[in-house]
């Protein structure tokens, strides 16, 4: 069965960087991986970034000049570069796939900022 399979989580001290990843395998290798949400424990999850109308980036306002969202040049793989976290970036990062309508999203990679 076809996922979006993301990576490149782990624990990182405050100040410090980390790079996602995310692509389609399997059956689902159609779906397009377009943004990036986060989940932190006891919180809604919340858009990142992401790419929309294929070429136009949106980013919250609370990664504005840390993260950068960036893809492969054939669209199948989607980065997060993240810089000079802090540990109210730590959550669950998930990204978001889409094909036509409809959005398939993968499993999701724990970022822990903490000293």
């Known amino acids: 069965q076809g996922q979006l399979v993301a990576s490149g989580g782990g624990l990182v001290q405050p100040g410090g960087s980390l790079r996602l990843s995310c692509a389609a395998s399997?059956?689902?290798?159609?779906?397009?991986?377009v943004a990036w949400y986060r989940q932190a424990p006891g919180k809604e999850r919340e858009l990142v970034a992401s790419f929309s109308f294929g070429r136009d980036i949106n980013y919250a306002d609370f990664v504005k000049g840390r993260f950068t969202v960036s893809r492969d040049k054939a669209g199948n793989t989607l980065f997060l570069q993240m810089n000079s976290l802090n540990p109210e970036d730590t959550a669950v990062y998930y990204c978001k796939g889409v094909l036509g309508s409809n959005e398939l999203w993968g499993q999701g990679t724990q970022v822990t900022v903490s000293s």
């Open positions: 399997g059956s689902a290798f159609r779906f397009k991986p």
